[in-house]
């Protein structure tokens, strides 16, 4: 008999009424005889909530608390759930992480999973039950509620999907599916019907979030095909699935727009050995993430520049971490733009297709947009331009790369 | 070294400030020198607003379903109250009952305690922290989460108490203690210092209900001084201990009302075996508690008049069962008499007192206060009377006692 894992968003059982129709999804899938599991997050913004609730008593929460904190708002919604398929007449029982077995390692708030144990959900299947599983939790070897950090109930839906091997992971959220670009910045942009791992993780580290990484990973690693989908609809969404042969036809996937970015740049810092580790690892201890790093040798090989991306909250701590660096060590000058977005490419295409940056490049160029600097990696090529400069690009590229066209 | 376990009621962690104001006291304890295990209730309204949410989605939600559900108020107060020690800077840990190793019957929504584990709880009190764990809750043989019935937070408490030998069971709670009466009622009670299990048990099940009887009774059982105090401020409340020989020098520890009853009266039942069975199986069959039961016969002995109180909101679905049963077998007429009230004054000192009952009807006399009904057991003399005279009783016989001379 085949199995199915659908997995329902805060945003998809956010009132009684959503919850109702989640029940009505699992049971369709069941009267259609399937085995049906399903992974649900908390009602809307509960996990919000509940860490405003924190940060009133302490302001440093331990890690430990903070789990067992949070993780209480998926274990109403899993017992809101049984109670709706219950009350439609059908049996289903609810199941913490403790009692699935979702055994994780002790990393609080960020907990990554080592084991799933089938067997008590096989038993509740064979029972005849729809199985609702608590999304975003775990337990470690030493019986800690832990949780796997923010959005991770799509890791804990793909994770059970491939312990269970499932026929498809379904994750049901408030969008349709993945678009060729952000459809409120490009009006032509169009769902996406199959897109490969590799392009998904790309566009979701890109901006696009909608299946959290992990998941993806999760997804490439088992080979778990992921059925993103809405929950108000019935018609298909986009399918995650293995890469084939015939996915290269396509050049460009999507296109992103990150618009929301600061460009630093420290010049003039002496070409010896270490002072990029030095700079990078004193910004890391800030909990900042960097990207889009590049380095250019000047004054004959004497000095580098060092120009990176950060997110435009962190522009101000950044600069001043790199100033009183640049000061500590009494070398180069600090510069931050905070005027910079970076718009992307994503395709598997680019493997087996030549002169895909010059034909974007050149999309740029007729559109009047100038480049401040460009990163590839191999299947997707970004560059940085003014924020002013960002939408106007994006709709640019989305044209030249004839995704407007549909599918 | 000495132990303490510490309850606090929902409505002494209602917010934020009355958190750390309870995390305040246990860490006071801490630096007393004691091990220090609380014990925590949802916060405020949190139970009844989860019991709400479950029946927007079920009529008749399934138990199991139901405690999976309404336990997670208690672990969200348990993680706040961690959270409230470490903000004040000492160390303490939550844990739910499945941590502790709580292990409970399988009678969802009302589980009783089977055995409980000290291990964890030691193991985390030797590391010099102060432990906290979820009331309220459970886990059965197999697994699943129980909760123990509304109010056994304090059950929780006390049975912990046995099990750890500690040397007091604090309960703090929004009032500062038992008294005499209802202080709203009598304006001249006062609150009692000592008071003995059994005497609680009785004022407990005849509506003052400040500790769970559940929990008075696991305190009988294990001997637990239990303190019942206000969680805003320092004075000493009332203890409830083992009976000792100079409490019965006091006849009566106090007097209780229950306003709300109605009397139901059946006539001329005839006077054959297993009639008064079939009537209070078929009431208890509609879950409806009866109280004050009195036989008379009537006629020679060939009938007799049965007569008990019901809850008032009780009344009707009771007249309805009565009348229904009553035309099935042919027999005798119901009344209900809805404006009815049991007055009732509770002693230890009875059992060594002569003429209290004398001296009870002769002060509810002179008041001009109509007895319409008597029943006593060891320790109680309970009457009934019409409703406008409950006060009027109440207060008499707090006078008639001396207890408005205070201890």
Chains 1, 2 share one sequence.
Do not use: W
């Amino acid at each position: 008999m085949s199995l199915v894992v659908q997995k329902f968003g805060g945003t998809s059982v956010a009132t009684a009424e959503q919850i109702h129709r989640a029940a009505r999804r699992a049971i369709r899938e069941k009267l259609a005889g399937r085995r049906v599991v399903t992974v649900v997050s908390a009602m809307g913004d509960t996990t919000d909530r509940l860490i405003r609730l924190a940060r009133e008593i302490c302001d440093a929460p331990p890690r430990r608390e903070l789990d067992m904190l949070v993780t209480t708002g998926e274990q109403v919604s899993i017992a809101l759930m049984a109670m709706a398929i219950h009350a439609a007449g059908h049996e289903a029982i609810s199941l913490t992480a403790a009692q699935v077995g979702l055994v994780t390692d002790s990393a609080h708030t960020k907990a990554r999973i080592h084991s799933i144990s089938a067997e008590r959900i096989n038993r509740e299947l064979d029972a005849g039950r729809i199985v609702i599983v608590a999304g975003f939790q775990g337990i470690d070897p030493a019986g800690e509620i832990t949780a796997l950090g923010r959005g991770a109930s799509d890791t804990t839906a793909v994770a059970l999907a491939a312990v269970l091997d499932a026929e498809v992971c379904e994750i049901y959220t408030d969008v349709d599916g993945v678009y060729t670009a952000d459809p409120r910045l490009v009006p032509e942009a169009h769902k996406i019907d199959r897109i490969s791992y590799d392009e998904m993780l790309e566009l979701a580290s890109l901006g696009a979030v909608v299946v959290h990484s992990r998941g993806i990973e999760f997804g490439t690693k088992y080979q778990v095909p992921i059925h993103v989908r809405s929950s108000m609809t019935d018609s298909k969404g986009t399918m995650i699935v293995p890469e084939t042969p015939g996915m290269e036809d396509i050049v460009v996937r999507g296109v992103t727009l990150r618009r929301d970015l600061a460009r630093i740049l420290i010049n003039n810092v002496p070409n010896r050995p270490g002072l990029a580790f030095e700079i990078f690892d004193r910004i890391a201890q800030h909990h900042i993430v960097v990207d889009d790093i590049i380095q250019n040798v000047v004054n004959g090989g004497s000095e580098v520049d060092i120009d990176f991306t950060v997110e435009l909250d962190d522009a101000s701590e950044t600069k001043a971490v790199c100033e009183k660096l640049a000061s500590e060590m009494n070398v180069g000058t600090v510069v931050a733009d905070d005027q910079v977005s970076k718009v992307s490419i994503v395709g598997v295409g680019m493997r087996s297709h030549t002169g895909v940056a010059a034909r974007m490049f050149r999309a740029l160029a007729a559109a009047g947009v100038n480049i401040e600097n460009i990163s590839t990696s191999e299947i997707v090529i970004s560059v940085i331009v003014r924020r002013e400069d960002g939408e106007k690009a994006l709709r640019a590229l989305h044209s030249a790369f004839e995704l407007d066209k549909g599918p």
